[in-house]
């Protein structure tokens, strides 16, 4: 099952596809293993698209916010999510506040 989050990654807030277990509280392996994620690029207004793959270590990444099943519409055969709108209200916030 696909798991969505705004996640900062050396600093880019991005729209990242992880394993179940990252950023779960009590997961002990992800705070201390580096772990595959999924980065999509936005594309158009709530649509993005994925970008590639990256082996992130912890120290890299922080999830700022998973994102619940029912915001999103992932088209795995496409390679695109689809966000709710207020999803995106949310991600354009974390990007303002990540820059300060």
Do not use: W
Not at 12 to 35: E, H, I, K, N, R
Not at 85 to 99: E, G, W
């Amino acid at each position: 099952r696909p798991t969505f989050a705004f996640a900062q990654i050396k600093g880019d807030v991005c729209l990242v596809q992880v394993p179940d277990t990252v950023g779960t509280p009590g997961a002990m392996s992800s705070a201390l293993m580096a772990a595959d994620v999924n980065v999509f690029r936005h594309e158009f207004i709530t649509l993005f698209r994925y970008s590639h793959s990256a082996t992130v270590h912890p120290a890299d990444m922080h999830i700022l916010e998973p994102i619940a099943d029912h915001c999103t519409l992932y088209e795995a055969e496409k390679g695109t999510v689809f966000l709710a709108r207020d999803v995106m209200a949310r991600m354009q916030q974390l990007s303002v506040d990540a820059r300060r």
